[in-house]
């Protein structure tokens, strides 16, 4: 009876002590997003790909990372993502933002795995990014006389601006933020009283001649991803008044369709009777 309970509590110890140890993964099995990929692209690429960033799309959640897998591939194979313009190599900068080439690999075996995501209890919990200001709110904010437009072909553009600095004492800069302008805001709000946002893009402002707006961009000119249209406004003499045209651009038929059935130029006349009105009181 000695030896059998002797094996038996043996048994039993061994059984509690595998409890709450977790099995290593098999090196040999593909990548997972949420064990692998989520912690590289959090790391390297998220301080830009997130919503709100400079980059035209987030890669935060599983569901964006695999839509562009191959993209990933191919971008961070030729070392064009993450970007990092300095020569790499001795000496090493501080931050220095760029992936090993066993990190690139992973990427490339993930893809032809077909990205799997994994376990979700694997995936670590996203970044976080302060809205607004990157730096947090700064002690100065300067705005630079004249607007200049960064044309959208994709080239590296180096220019200084000449910004007045309403100081008369010494400064010593830590941190400087840059903040690229736009912003258009509007506002749809059906007849029941359901709002419906929509953020875009001034493409240009000419005071009293035309006005050019699009939701194809985001603010700081960055791309969206579900553009609708692009409206014109033009201003023009008109015998002793002005002429006023509304023009509107879809990306295809069937949203210029979409459009017109929600009333845009039944609901955009009303607003210009409306502006009328406000003239004439003027």
Not at 50 to 58: I, K, Q, T, V
Request: hydrophobic fraction near 40%; charged fraction near 25%; charge should be neutral.
């Amino acid at each position: 009876m000695g030896p059998t309970r002797t094996a038996s509590a043996l048994a039993l110890a061994l059984v509690a002590g595998f409890q709450g140890v977790r099995v290593a993964a098999d090196p040999a099995a593909p990548p997972t997003f949420n064990r692998t990929i989520a912690p590289l692209l959090y790391r390297n690429c998220a301080v830009c790909h997130h919503p709100g960033g400079s980059a035209p799309f987030s890669l935060l959640t599983y569901q964006e990372a695999k839509k562009r897998d191959r993209q990933i591939t191919v971008v961070t194979e030729s070392r064009f993502m993450p970007p990092w313009l300095p020569e790499r190599g001795a000496p090493r900068l501080a931050r220095e933002r760029g992936l090993t080439s066993d990190e690139i690999a992973l990427l490339r075996r993930w893809y032809e795995a077909g990205a799997p995501e994994g376990d979700p209890a694997d995936r670590p919990a996203p970044p976080r990014f302060a809205e607004g200001w990157a730096l947090g709110a700064p002690d100065l904010e300067l705005e630079a006389p004249e607007a200049y437009v960064l044309p959208a072909e994709g080239r590296d553009v180096f220019r200084t601006l000449i910004i007045p600095i309403p100081t008369t004492s010494k400064r010593y800069v830590r941190a400087i933020d840059l903040r690229p302008g736009g912003i258009f805001r509007t506002t749809m709000r059906s007849p029941e009283g359901k709002e419906f946002p929509n953020i875009g893009c001034y493409l240009e402002v000419v005071p009293n001649e035309r006005l050019v707006w699009t939701d194809a961009l985001l603010p700081g000119y960055r791309p969206s991803e579900n553009p609708f249209f692009t409206a014109m406004i033009l201003l023009e003499t008109h015998g002793t008044g002005t002429r006023y045209t509304a023009i509107g651009l879809h990306r295809d038929e069937a949203g210029r369709k979409q459009h017109e059935e929600m009333g845009f130029q039944e609901g955009w006349g009303k607003a210009l009777d409306q502006l009328v009105g406000v003239a004439k009181r003027m």
